[in-house]
């Protein structure tokens, strides 16, 4: 202990100075704790109470937000979806109304043709009719001119008899 005495002796240690200092020190800190310590820790406090009911009230705003957000999108969805049935119900109809239009088409178009080739075969039977009376006729007159010139009217008569049996 003797050592840390003159040690203390060496450095100009007074005991009534330090023992001062200490007093002051601690008067100070009683002093700086009321006016300046004591003000400051409760404006402290004030703002994290204000800062945590404002937080609270950000946190259920954003709760209340993501809620409202979800809600959103699952009415897009739903939109999205009505959607996309409207689209493939109004394709579907299309679908079947152009499969309708294109039946009743064929159905008339084959009905045309029907009828046009029945026109056509009529229109050629009646041309055969009367091709055939054309030539039948057209004959006549060629051995009528045949016959004219044939010698005798007695077997001119006979060659008319069986030109007029060949004909009917």
């Known amino acids: 202990m003797e050592i840390i005495h003159?040690?203390?002796q060496s450095l100009g240690f007074?005991?009534?100075?330090?023992?001062s200092q200490v007093v002051l020190f601690y008067v100070m800190h009683l002093l700086l704790k009321v006016i300046?310590?004591?003000?400051?820790?409760?404006s402290r406090h004030r703002r994290d109470a204000l800062t945590m009911g404002r937080v609270e009230e950000a946190e259920e705003i954003n709760r209340q937000a993501l809620a409202l957000k979800e809600t959103y999108e699952d009415e897009?969805?739903?939109?999205?979806l009505a959607a996309q049935a409207s689209v493939?119900?109004?394709?579907s109809e299309a679908e079947a109304a152009r499969v309708a239009r294109l039946?009743?088409?064929?159905?008339?178009a084959e009905s045309l043709v029907r009828s046009a080739q029945d026109e056509i075969l009529g229109e050629r039977t009646r041309a055969e009719a009367e091709l055939d009376q054309q030539v039948?006729?057209?004959s006549m007159a060629v051995a009528g001119r045949l016959v004219e010139t044939m010698a005798g009217p007695?077997?001119?008569e006979r060659v008319l008899e069986r030109l007029r049996e060949a004909s009917s």
Not at 88 to 91: C, D, H
Not at 103 to 108: N, P
């Open 88 to 91: 493939q119900k109004a394709r």
């Open 76 to 80: 897009i969805r739903l939109a999205r």
């Open 36 to 42: 300046l310590y004591r003000p400051l820790e409760e």
């Open 14 to 19: 007074d005991p009534v100075v330090f023992g």
């Open 136 to 138: 039948a006729a057209l």
């Open 103 to 108: 039946a009743t088409a064929r159905v008339e």
């Open 6 to 8: 003159s040690v203390l």
């Open 154 to 156: 007695a077997q001119r």
